[in-house]
Every structure is written in C-alpha cells, then in structure tokens.
C-alpha cells in the first residue's frame, strides 16, 4: 500500500529526509507522498519510516492505493532499476 499525508500535518520536515524512495516532497501546503515511489518502505525497512518519525500521527494508508506485497516488491525493483540506469556510468 502506498501511503498518504493528512491535513493534520504541521510541516514539521521530519519525514522527508527519511523515506529511503524519495517519495514525500512539500506540497502546495502540506507535504505529499508520491503513490508512484512509496513501496511501504518494502525492501528497505521492516516499518514504514515516515510514520515512525512523524510526531502528530497524520500518515495513514492511501484508500486507492491499497497494494499487495508482490506488487510492492514489484515497485521497489522498478525504482532500484531507474536508479541504477539514471546514475552515470562508473568510472573505470
Ligand atoms: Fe517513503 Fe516509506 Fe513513508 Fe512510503 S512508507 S513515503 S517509502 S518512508
Ligand atoms: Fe507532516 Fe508528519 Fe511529515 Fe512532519 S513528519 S512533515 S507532520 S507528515
């Protein structure tokens, strides 16, 4: 499941730093977390990060985007692999 920001959130930028995806970026108003890139944390912790830092409780599971552990696993690989292809090649 990907997760999502409530309105409760008071900006508060701990969370950010934390999400080993780069899936939360400051909004509009509040920060957000992008469904395409959160992956619960699956393949780089046992918990979801965000949610152990943030003090006022306000990052629940997303209602659409509700996913199954394979298809986490599954958008974990794809962003390890855009990683890997996005970074420059080693030097030799
Ligand atoms: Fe990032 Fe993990 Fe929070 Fe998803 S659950 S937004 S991957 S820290
Ligand atoms: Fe908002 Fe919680 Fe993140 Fe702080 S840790 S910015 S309150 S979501």
Redesign the pocket.
Known sequence: MALM?TD?????????PECPNQA?SLGKE??EIDPARCTECVGHFNEPQ?VQ????S??PIHPEHVESQETLWAKYRRLQQTATAAAPPASA
């Open positions: 920001i409760e959130c008071i900006n508060c930028d701990v969370c950010e939360i509040i920060y965000c830092v943030c003090p006022v306000c990052i």
